[in-house]
């Protein structure tokens, strides 16, 4: 090929690229346009984007994500966590149908670390939220299953903001009481709910370390039948211990309450309770402080995680890492010694 | 100069870098000789070693370090944390003597992450704990003043080996209830004892969110005459507390105890606990479990905090940053796309 045929043929290939970039920024405005009314399809197909793996996909995400950042971050964003079993979808149906006879939309996404195992133990159908899936003023949206670097945290906080963008004012994150998920999930809400069970001894199942100091509200679920004086009993208990924590800076009394979804008992007390932490961290600037908080805190998390990741797991490295773990164990060099050795090589071989 | 002057002269060079290295090695060994036998003062030059911010000194402390090694690992570790006024030098000094009257030798360590800027609150003197200070089978140590990334938790734990290696069995650390110190001590004991105050209320005060979920033994301290049924009620909420947390792996019941100084209600019953908590984990494997853990948990955050440093403190990087974050608090951007886009633009201009 002669050097002109060459320029031809790189002038060719420019045009295609602004040809196609044009048509995907027209196809985003559309798309952004349509999602803005609260076209569920278009909220769907851009969660969807979210979720995708495919490099070119990413490049459209933030394409919609930044077109949407203006109408994002006005709703109230709500975590629910607690074991399996302890009857978060049914209490989560409650609430959101509440919310919606109150005028609100309501969306809920779920985080399931467990999901790539079980193939899906929460939200895996919609079933079971009956009445809250066929309501139209509900989007319903189940965990993406992700192997990736923070990428669940991601795509949840992400796909938060494209439901605020298709005007949900309420948005309801469940996670499972298990793994890191309720830590990244109380990261990226204003109410963190926490739902408890009465144990067959005095101690509660499941519940992990630090969990319970991050609560904004506490229920005991199940507070029902033969359960009730277990249920009442792990109140009181719980109440205790939330007084031996310290005071956090937003000068909230963390509510413990007891509940049941079958007699509907202390459902309404809940209700309550979650307004009222509402109204407690709005009012004196709490949830636009813990906000830009959890706005700072994922921008380093992310920065921090991409870049020990693109570092550590170049090959030669992993190897190394691991002859070092080796002889750490062995007793052969002190982590310290290990981790700056390494650290040295690493500057030579990767970084300047 | 001609070529060959040129060449004498760096021959003359590696000639002195060789024999420098030499009397380095010799003096080490000497050093670590004498450390091993336990003279105090090869001790206390060795803590000041590793404390040193000097380059030169840190091929020195790593050359000591890895000679005494083999020496390390044979003590038990305990920690001690409570916010001030709780009474941890009073205990640690009754809890000292008493392990040196049953034939041990026991090295006391504080960190305080308060004495860079109040110029020393734990240890600033020794006379707060007499008797313990004058003893020959006690070797006391304050905290180093170290604002360098990790510095302290490295010192901390350096320090611990080389106390093990001049022969001292027991190591205390004592941390105050602030910053993060506590939560790295737990990371660096075999026993983690928490000392709490019971309060106006029925609150404690000041300890910090997730530090009672670590500890292995609790005490309530000043549990004497006007202060003692408070201090009872104290200990039968934090009970109950502690029962709602999971169980842990080792399958330890965390003990909570009453104690006081003053007239030493309490102090062999810790004494016991404490002691009981040993013989638990020493007895299946649990030890050695919790010190690989460790381990490889201080080589992880070294390498990373250190990766993270070097690239995130690059001046440009840090202007750069600080633009990113404004945006993201002006919602111009997301914190995601934020950290992508810096990576990218990291991975193109700092490594490869």
């Known amino acids: 090929m002669s050097e002109q045929d060459n320029k031809a043929q790189s002038e060719e290939q420019a045009r295609e690229r602004i040809s196609d970039l044009r048509k995907i920024e027209l196809s985003i405005n559309q798309w952004v346009e349509s999602l803005l009314t609260g076209d569920r399809l278009s909220l769907a197909k851009g969660i969807t984007l979210l979720e995708s793996t495919r490099i070119e996909d990413h490049e459209k995400s933030t394409l919609l994500l930044n077109a949407l950042l203006p109408h994002t971050g006005k709703s109230w964003r709500i975590g629910i966590t607690g074991v399996p079993g302890v009857g978060k979808s049914t209490l989560i149906e409650q609430l959101g149908l509440n919310f919606i006879q109150n005028g609100h939309k309501v969306a809920v996404l779920a985080i399931d670390p467990s999901s790539r195992l079980s193939a899906g133990s929460i939200l895996g159908d919609k079933t079971r939220m009956n009445e809250l899936a066929v309501n139209d003023s509900a989007f319903i949206r189940p965990s993406p299953a992700s192997d990736s670097l923070g990428g669940v945290a991601r795509m949840t906080r992400e796909s938060m903001m494209l439901c605020e963008a298709a005007g949900y004012d309420i948005i309801i994150v469940e996670t499972v009481g298990v793994g890191q998920s309720e830590t990244e999930v109380h990261d990226m809400v204003d109410t963190f709910l926490l739902l408890m069970l009465a144990g067959a001894g005095d101690e509660l199942q499941g519940i992990k370390r630090g969990i319970m100091e991050m609560a904004d509200v506490i229920a005991v679920t199940k507070a029902d039948t033969e359960n009730l004086q277990r249920a009442q009993q792990a109140r009181t208990s719980i109440s205790s211990a939330i007084h031996l924590f310290a005071g956090n800076e937003e000068q909230w009394v963390v509510p413990v309450i007891t509940c049941s979804t079958v007699n509907e008992d202390g459902i309404n007390e809940l ?53 070092q773990k080796i002889a750490i164990l062995q007793n052969k060099i002190s982590p310290f010694t290990a981790a700056n050795e390494l650290v040295k090589r690493i500057k030579i071989k990767y970084f300047n």
Do not use: M, P, Y
């Open 271 to 323: 209700l309550h309770k979650v307004e009222s932490h509402r109204i407690h961290i709005e009012s004196a600037g709490f949830k636009t402080e813990r906000r830009k908080k959890q706005n700072l805190f994922w921008f380093k998390k992310s920065l921090e995680e991409q870049i020990i990741h693109d570092i550590l797991n170049k090959e030669d490295l992993i190897n190394e890492i691991e002859q």
